[in-house]
């Protein structure tokens, strides 16, 4: 498996907006989003996998143009593909850093899709 960011993408056939700040891409001919999320915030709960990140402040990395791709990512992905889409998790060095300041190793996971 691909072990960095560009790598997943790719690996995935993916192509981000910007290598330097997108946090999820699209295929080409838009078949497929893959979206990078933080493995801190995946637990199982029953038979559903869920993501949480409502306890987390947002302020700081909401505006950022990587969030509002992802957001528009996320919407094609539910408009054209069930809702369904690729994940690249993010494992943080530092779970007490914010996002941007985390440090973070990179792996592909097919779990949506």
Known sequence: MPQGLRECFA???TVPANPRWSWSARTPDGSA???????DRLFRQGNQLIYDD??????AWS???GNKERLENLQWARDHSSGRFRVIIRIAKDLNQQPEMRGQRT???LIFG
Request: with cysteine.
């Open 11 to 13: 690996y995935y056939g």
């Open 33 to 39: 989003v893959a979206v990078t999320l933080w493995q």
């Open 54 to 59: 409502f306890a987390i402040d947002t302020k």
């Open 63 to 65: 505006p950022r143009l």
């Open 107 to 109: 792996t592909c996971s």
